[in-house]
């Protein structure tokens, strides 16, 4: 297979040169997990639009941390070991940085399920596992490779991949943080910035949980600034400005529903796809109850109802049915649509409200209130390795 090449490429085979004696490029074609971790790493320098997970990458690191600190990568001997126990490996997962809320997916089945789908032909797995004991071994099949008749042994540089990985990642999601501070501060001077670096989140390849931030952030606004009357009889009537309320994190995968209005009672699901079956799953969550999609594509709402309806004849071919399922679409809200909400509110002065809401959901959803203690454990697991060297 050919090799992604990308920014952090680079850094991955000037990690192995300094290992190998500039033998880097040769131990990037020739080894199936550091091609791995290379796909894995291509979001290292851009920024917050891009996707960081470290689930299957600290899977891989602790993994190869607990196989330096038995001395097998000097010492030899490790088929004798008696593996390493999940406990602690989920909690060593958990003490990096970014990883306090990773579960044991990666450990158990995950990361072995991508690796195969990228390398197909390969004899290994990253991951061996007897779950009897619930012992957990490296594949050192993957770690030891033969370049020119020498064999390296490539645990230490692993390790070293992944760190420099996150502290790329650290930094790009800090400097995020900080163009969005720099934003708030300087809106008032120069307002064409902050609305350009809005419209710039609307995007169809903006990573799925900042458009979330950004699609909340600007139609909490605009409703924000509508209200209702309502009561028991027509004499007693009460006044009430409609409220978004986001129920959680973004892209939790927890069945939940993205954002509720009060008081109307109104749901939205945020969506990147014209699934059929993804819509319909989400109306069924809620029995059918109506639900606003806002959906992360130029495609105008005709065009969405009607892939939406042409998939559903095709699967159910039961009219009724298809027409009870359109009929719970509330609305359909596409990038397009929230450029002109976005333009309304600038229009009614709420610009900068937006920016600052960016910001706070953004701290939630990457949990920047931890960034500092994420920094400290990051020096400590740097220093650790190191005395491990």
């Not at 009614?348 to 209130?369: D, M, W, Y």
Request: charged share 30%; proline share 2%; net charge negative.
């Amino acid at each position: 297979m050919s090799i992604l090449r990308h920014d952090f490429t680079d850094e991955i085979i000037k990690i192995l040169d300094m290992k190998s004696g500039g033998k880097g490029d040769e131990l990037l074609k020739s080894s199936e997990i550091i091609q791995y971790l290379n796909i894995k790493t291509k979001a290292a320098n851009r920024g917050s639009k891009s996707r960081a997970g470290f689930a299957n990458h600290y899977a891989i690191y602790v993994l190869i941390e607990d196989y330096l600190n038995g001395g097998f990568a000097i010492g030899g001997n490790y088929s004798d070991y008696e593996g390493a126990k999940f406990s602690d490996l989920f909690r060593r997962q958990r003490e990096l940085p970014f990883g306090g809320k990773l579960q044991n997916h990666a450990l158990n089945h995950r990361l072995n399920e991508e690796f195969k789908k990228y390398f197909p032909a390969c004899d290994h797995l990253p991951i061996i596992r007897d779950s009897e004991s619930n012992r957990y071994w490296i594949n050192e099949q993957l770690i030891i490779v033969s370049v020119d008749g020498q064999m390296f042994n490539l645990a230490e540089s692993i390790i070293e991949i992944i760190e420099s990985y996150v502290r790329a990642r650290q930094s790009a999601f800090s400097e995020f943080m900080q163009y969005c501070q720099d934003i708030i501060d300087i809106q008032e001077e120069e307002p064409e910035k902050a609305i350009q670096f809005i419209k710039g989140l609307f995007h169809p390849n903006v990573d799925a949980r900042v458009f979330e931030i950004a699609s909340f952030a600007v139609l909490k606004q605009h409703y924000s600034g509508q209200r209702i009357y309502w009561g028991w009889s027509p004499d007693e009537l009460f006044e009430e400005y409609l409220v978004l309320y986001k129920t959680g994190r973004t892209n939790a995968n927890d069945g939940g529903i993205d954002f509720v209005m009060k008081p109307l009672g109104r749901f939205f699901q945020v969506t990147e796809t014209v699934d059929a079956g993804k819509y319909f799953l989400d109306i069924d969550k809620v029995q059918r109850y109506p639900i606003t999609f806002v959906v992360k594509t130029n495609d105008s709402e005709e065009d969405i109802l009607s892939k939406i309806s042409s998939q559903a004849e095709a699967k159910y071919q039961i009219k009724a049915i298809v027409k009870k399922y359109i009929e719970s679409v509330e609305e359909i809200i596409n990038i397009p649509r929230l450029m002109e909400v976005f333009e309304e509110v600038l229009k009614s002065g709420l610009g900068a409200k937006v920016i600052e809401e960016i910001v706070l959901q953004s701290r939630v959803e990457f949990n920047v209130e931890a960034e500092e203690q994420d920094v400290l454990v990051f020096k400590k697991t740097v220093q650790h390795s190191g005395d491990q060297k």
